[in-house]
């Protein structure tokens, strides 16, 4: 009974292996987001404190050149000749640390300040210093190792945006203006600092940012300034001890920062490694977003430490459920004995051996009384099964009864469909007789009046009227066919089964005539198509009565004028040989909704002025013939009805 102690065991580990599991999995996966929740919230602290030094720089920078603009030892200079004002300003440019330092008098401030805010907004006597872009002519005209210093080449990344740029030649600067008013002298003292391979700069971010042991360390963290996409400034390594100056930002960095002028926080690749990264948007005096700034630590180990965490985690988890499974085991191997029994009494039972039973079990548990229950519940079972076995022998008596009751009733019900068909063929009568009883006195009337004047006037002289005697005549042999006809059809033979083969175009001829007078009075044209068709087997005047039904129905369908169309050709159906009748009509024809239940008894798409079983007789009449009918609508308009019976066998039997 290994299946036993198999289920118990799963039963019983199932919280430990499914519950367990899951809980491990959605505690490391809000760990995780926390922890990586805790990564970016530090990087952007760290971005944040970058951030902070370089508006201090720019602030610094200002405020130390708007000393300078306004000291007395400034003024002294500025009359002194032009030797010495030159060895100030490369004193004073050393002391404050700025790449270029020059002094504009009004008028050629004024025109600088046409391009550069930063000039224009000093010579309104505002002083500021912001982040511009100089081109390398610019910096060139300041001093020349600027604008060699600025260029720095292209070097191909992964994951860049595409370029054909080989070089970036344009400089970031530091650039601050101060207003100069001393001594009446007005102008403008302008001055800057380069960013382009500035390593001091970069390396005091660094140092100022990654400070502790947690994300920075040896290499770890990383600091850089961005020309557009470009590490113009940057302690990321692009080897062991060279730096990745002309290294690109990914394009998806590019379009978030540079574009879209979003702060970028997340898991970004650098160079050649992922870090934990936050790049800044930097804009320059004109409002245009210019280049960025970032700062960054490697991903590598935070990921080692969450999957230490993982695996550590995992491998306790499989320690307890090895240690799990036997101690259960041993804890449950008092109840498999008394369930090995229940299971192998279960399986005599099943069998059909009812009388199996468990017997005493020691355990005086739920399991023993569970198996005390089940053999109570086998004897109510084989007791049940005795009393099953009664009254199934009662239920045969009684559906034998009942099968006869059926048979006897099916009968009465053929009986009322006969009485049925019988009906609607003396409505068809009905419909037929009153054109009849038209059709027969004119000719009576037409008969008796030129026989009264022949008798009359003419006596045994008839020569002079050998026409009225013709037309006598004539009127005379229709009424003989009418009556012929109408008596032919109203033959009660559907109540004698009498089928014989019958030739369906005299058939189909002799039921137009007995119409022609809704056909006349209805104006309808009627088109014939008969082609020479075999006989078939089946009653004449059942027949009669679906044709003349299905011909009734299209003329009230079209409901004054129209076309009515029969045809009359040989068709094979399943492979078996047969005649097909079409009735076609130009009436509205039958909404498709009412197709499929135009068969059924008593439904009819004339309320009030039919029974609803003519079409109803003629399909069970047709089936009876072991022919088959169906309906359509005609593409051009009207209904399409297509009657198809087999062929008759040369012996007379039906095939």
Avoid at 469 to 485: P, T
């Amino acid at each position: 009974m290994t299946s036993v102690r198999l289920r118990l065991l799963i039963l019983a580990l199932t919280p430990l292996i499914v519950l367990m599991p899951l809980l491990l999995i959605l505690g490391m996966s809000r760990w995780t987001a926390d922890y990586d929740k805790v990564l970016i919230a530090n990087v952007e602290s760290e971005l944040k404190i970058a951030s902070q030094y370089l508006s201090r720089l720019l602030g610094q920078t200002g405020n130390e050149l708007d000393a300078v603009a306004r000291s007395v030892e400034f003024s002294r200079w500025l009359n002194r000749p032009g030797a010495d004002q030159v060895a100030f300003f490369t004193d004073t440019r050393e002391r404050l640390g700025l790449d270029f330092l020059e002094f504009l008098p009004m008028e050629t401030a004024v025109e600088a300040g046409q391009n550069w805010p930063v000039i224009a907004q000093a010579t309104r006597g505002i002083s500021g210093a912001e982040i511009d872009v100089f081109s390398n002519a610019r910096l060139a005209t300041l001093e020349d190792a600027l604008a060699v210093r600025a260029k720095v080449p292209l070097i191909d990344t992964p994951a860049a945006e595409p370029t054909n740029r080989e070089i970036e030649d344009r400089g970031m600067v530091v650039h601050a203006a101060s207003p100069v008013n001393l001594s009446g002298t007005q102008g403008v003292l302008v001055g800057g600092m380069l960013l382009n391979r500035n390593l001091d700069f970069i390396d005091t971010i660094n140092d100022l940012v990654y400070l502790n042991a947690v994300t920075g360390g040896h290499r770890q963290g990383t600091a850089t300034l961005f020309l557009d996409d470009l590490r113009i400034s940057t302690n990321v390594r692009l080897f062991e001890d060279v730096r990745a100056l002309g290294t690109r930002v990914s394009a998806e960095v590019r379009e978030a920062v540079l574009i879209d002028g979003r702060t970028w926080l997340d898991r970004a690749f650098v160079v050649n490694d992922w870090y934990i990264s936050g790049y800044q948007p930097i804009t320059d005096s004109f409002g245009e977003r210019v280049g960025m700034l970032y700062v960054g630590f490697l991903e590598a180990p935070f990921a080692q430490a969450k999957r230490e965490a993982f695996w550590w985690m995992l491998a306790a988890f499989f320690a307890v459920l090895a240690l799990s499974a036997p101690v259960f085991l041993w804890l449950a191997r008092g109840i498999f004995s008394p369930l090995e029994r229940m299971t192998k009494v279960m399986h005599r039972v099943g069998k059909g051996e009812l009388s199996a039973r468990i017997g005493p079990v020691p355990a005086r548990d739920e399991i023993g009384a569970v198996a005390h229950h089940l053999d109570w519940l086998l004897e109510q079972v084989q007791e049940r099964d005795r009393q099953l076995r009664s009254w199934n022998d009662e239920l045969n008596q009684r559906v034998d009864q009942r099968t006869a009751e059926l048979r006897e009733a099916n009968e009465k019900l053929e009986q009322t469909f006969r009485q049925l068909v019988m009906s609607e063929k003396l409505a068809s009568i009905g419909e037929i007789t009153a054109g009849v009883a038209h059709e027969i006195n004119n000719p009576v009337a037409v008969i008796m009046g030129n026989v009264d004047v022949i008798r009359q006037i003419l006596g045994h002289d008839a020569e002079p009227v050998a026409t009225e005697l013709a037309l006598i005549d004539r009127q005379v042999s229709r009424i003989e066919v009418i009556v012929g006809k109408l008596l032919k059809f109203a033959a009660p033979s559907e109540f004698s089964d009498c089928e014989h083969n019958i030739a369906l175009r005299p058939l189909v001829q002799d039921c137009l005539v007995l119409v022609d007078h809704l056909i006349s009075r209805g104006g309808i044209e009627v088109h014939c198509d008969f082609e020479e068709v075999p006989p078939v087997r089946a009653d004449s005047g059942e027949i009669q009565q679906v044709v003349v039904n299905l011909v009734v129905n299209a003329v009230q369908a079209m409901q004054g004028a129209g076309r009515l169309e029969l045809y009359l050709a040989p068709a094979d159906r399943d492979g078996v040989a047969g005649v097909a009748l079409s009735v076609h009509d130009s009436g509205p024809g039958v909404p498709e909704a009412l197709l499929p239940s135009l068969f059924d008894p008593f439904f009819t798409t004339k309320p009030g002025e039919g029974t609803g079983l003519g079409l109803s007789i003629s399909h069970t009449l047709i089936q009876r013939a072991g022919g088959i009918i169906t309906v359509r609508n005609r593409a051009e308009g009207g209904a399409a009805f297509n009657v198809w019976l087999p062929q008759a066998s040369e012996d007379g039997v039906q095939p």
